[in-house]
T-cell receptor, first 115, second 113 residues
Framework: KAGVTQTPRYLIKTRGQQVTLSCSPISGHRSVSWYQQTPGQGLQFLFEYFSETQRNKGNFPGRFSGRQFSNSRSEMNVSTLELGDSALYLC??????????????FGPGTRLTVL | GESVGLHLPTLSVQEGDNSIINCAYSNSASDYFIWYKQESGKGPQFIIDIRSNMDKRQGQRVTVLLNKTVKHLSLQIAATQPGDSAVYFCAENILSGTYKYIFGTGTRLKVLA
């Protein structure tokens, strides 16, 4: 079974631009979460989607947004990029909630560098 | 690598010895925990999980211990190998709640040959 895939793996943008990152969860997984990882802050939760609905959101500004499609694939968007947005963005998927299965599996991440 | 913070605590262990990595979790209501391993340039890899109705769970070469009284988790790695060198994170969650996990800051494990 294929794992969580994320594209692109690496991205370089300049301040003020916007970026869209993509995540395909493990087949059969319907919950997708996004995290930002930086040396200073560690792993920080961005948001979580299930059935095309955002169910949880972390403490990030409105420049960070996301969506989920009917096939459970998810995208996140960051608008008006700032230098501090440089980070590794990780996507994680979990099987159908409510069945007591909470194992969360991560993708390899997208390394975003903002110049 | 991307996963490493400049100030992560580091545990150095001789190859073949056992490693013990500790984690203090934050929410007394958390009832599900995962240990992850993150190698440089990769996403976190699921190692083992434990629910709060257990105080010990064993996997292949790894054991997780949970002490709810003091909100403490530990990951024991038996016969540590060079391939175990990585950053290890614990994550906590509430099973009846959301899928929002809270992650610890991580510990870097260095295996000495």
């Amino acid at each position: 079974k294929a794992g969580v895939t994320q594209t692109p793996r690496y991205l370089i943008k300049t301040r003020g631009q916007q970026v869209t990152l993509s995540c395909s969860p493990i087949s059969g997984h319907r919950s997708v979460s996004w995290y930002q990882q930086t040396p200073g802050q560690g792993l920080q939760f961005l948001f979580e989607y299930f059935s095309e609905t955002q169910r949880n959101k972390g403490n990030f500004p409105g420049r960070f947004s996301g969506r989920q499609f009917s096939n459970s694939r998810s995208e996140m968007n960051v608008s008006t990029l700032e230098l501090g947005d440089s980070a590794l963005y990780l996507c994680a998927s979990t099987m159908l909630p409510g069945q007591g299965v909470r194992e969360q599996f991560f993708g390899p991440g997208t390394r975003l560098t903002v110049l | 690598g991307e996963s490493v913070g400049l100030h992560l605590p580091t545990l150095s262990v001789q190859e073949g010895d056992n490693s013990i990595i500790n984690c203090a979790y934050s929410n007394s209501a958390s009832d599900y925990f995962i240990w992850y391993k993150q190698e440089s340039g990769k996403g976190p890899q699921f190692i083992i999980d434990i629910r709060s109705n257990m105080d010990k769970r064993q996997g292949q070469r790894v054991t997780v211990l949970l002490n709810k009284t003091v909100k403490h988790l530990s990951l024991q790695i038996a016969a540590t190998q060079p391939g175990d060198s990585a950053v290890y994170f614990c994550a906590e969650n509430i099973l009846s709640g959301t899928y929002k996990y809270i992650f610890g800051t991580g510990t870097r494990l260095k295996v000495l040959a």
